[in-house]
């Protein structure tokens, strides 16, 4: 059964700390998502990963930074976390990118900033 | 740039009844369009998507969903809904030229006994 795990299903933190928020997936997935989702907002793409080592920007990507060392791995760093970074944050995977057919998701983290 | 709206932030159903969550989208050419079901703290989990071929699209516990190209819809529809059917219903498109994947905002279906 295909399984894309997240470290922590919930995280507080106070403003100004830096945060890791790891995720894991077991199907040799080359793309690796990260997102934020907010009431209302829906999804929000912070950066995707199509490759070990690679990385690129999503529409929401200030504030934030991405790691991804092995292809199994993908986190998601939080600097200095604010307030606004208050939310709950998505992985998900998928096989190669052209023919993307459907994204895993991981249960999510509920990260809050004091 | 695409986009995908789904105009109700919240669809109230009897259990029984027909239901049905709206969503629309706006993307140049053929896109791929997916719906996803977020049950409470929990991700997402695929329910059905269309790619090409037959307009109507089945999918997971009942399910199904109608590709509209003329009105640029893709509703999610079941024929008798369920308590456990409650949730939240995202409605996904992605454009294979810029490989770009949108979200909807989200619908909450509520199912009343």
């Known amino acids: 059964d295909v399984k894309v795990t997240q470290s922590s299903r919930y995280l507080v933190k106070r403003t100004g700390e830096k945060v890791f928020l790891e995720c894991v997936q077991d199907?040799?997935?080359?793309?690796m998502f990260w997102y934020r989702q907010d009431p209302g907002l829906g999804l929000r793409l912070i950066y995707f990963s199509y490759d070990v080592k690679m990385k690129e920007k999503g529409d929401i990507p200030e504030g934030y930074s991405v790691s991804r060392e092995k292809k199994e791995r993908f986190s998601l760093i939080l600097e200095s976390a604010s307030t606004n970074q208050t939310s709950m944050y998505l992985c998900a995977s998928s096989p190669t990118t052209l023919g993307l057919v459907r994204q895993y998701f991981g249960p999510g983290t509920r990260l809050t900033v004091l | 740039a695409q986009s995908v709206a789904q105009p109700e932030d919240q669809v109230n159903v009897a259990e029984g009844n027909p239901l049905t969550v709206k969503c629309t989208y706006s993307?140049?050419?053929?896109?791929?369009l997916f719906w996803y079901v977020q049950y409470p703290n929990r991700g997402l989990q695929f329910l059905l998507k269309y790619i090409t071929g037959d307009n109507l699209v089945k999918g997971s516990y009942g399910f199904e969903a109608e590709f509209n190209k003329s009105q640029t819809s893709f509703h999610l529809k079941k024929p008798s809904a369920l308590v456990s059917d409650s949730a939240l219903y995202f409605c996904?498109?992605?454009?294979?030229?810029?490989?770009?994947?949108?979200f909807g905002a989200g619908t909450r279906l509520t199912v009343k006994p």
């Open positions: 993307v140049s050419g053929n896109p791929y």
């Open positions: 199907m040799d997935h080359e793309n």
């Open positions: 996904a498109s992605y454009h294979e030229n810029n490989n770009d994947m949108r």
